[in-house]
Nanobody, 125 residues
Framework: VQLQASGGGLVQTGGSLRLSCAAS????????IGWFRQAPGKEREGVSC??????????YVVESVKGRFTVSRDNAQNTVYLQMNSLKPEDTAVYYC?????????????????WGQGTQVTVSS
């Protein structure tokens, strides 16, 4: 099982990015998928979660990004997206995606089992 987060980059304040979480050897639709971020010198923070397509498919975003970030799935592409709009310098971090391993899991899962490599997001002021 491999997860790969991509789509990060350098953007100005107010800009947008769309992160992708793709998987190999693993069908994402069956599992809850989370997005996390870690800024330098800070603890890892949960940003968003989307429940499996076999549960209610509910989504969650942390309060600090509510109204700006949206999580979604494209099951045909076996990919989960994090659309990030109105980016702020405090959103600068390495972003990771993670997957539960319990079929039909809802957010938040008991445990994230699989973690992808991160993608850097830098928001300049």
């Amino acid at each position: 099982v491999q997860l790969q987060a991509s789509g990060g980059g350098l953007v100005q304040t107010g800009g947008s990015l769309r992160l992708s979480c793709a998987a190999s050897g693993f069908t994402l639709r069956y599992y809850a998928i989370g997005w996390f971020r870690q800024a330098p010198g800070k603890e890892r923070e949960g940003v968003s979660c989307i429940s499996s397509s076999d549960s209610d498919g509910s989504t969650y975003v942390v309060e600090s990004v509510k109204g700006r970030f949206t999580v979604s799935r494209d099951n045909a592409q076996n990919t989960v997206y994090l659309q990030m709009n109105s980016l702020k310098p405090e959103d600068t971090a390495v972003y990771y995606c993670a997957a539960d391993h319990t079929p039909g899991s809802s957010c938040p899962p008991i445990q994230y089992t699989y973690w992808g490599q991160g993608t850097q997001v830098t928001v300049s002021s």
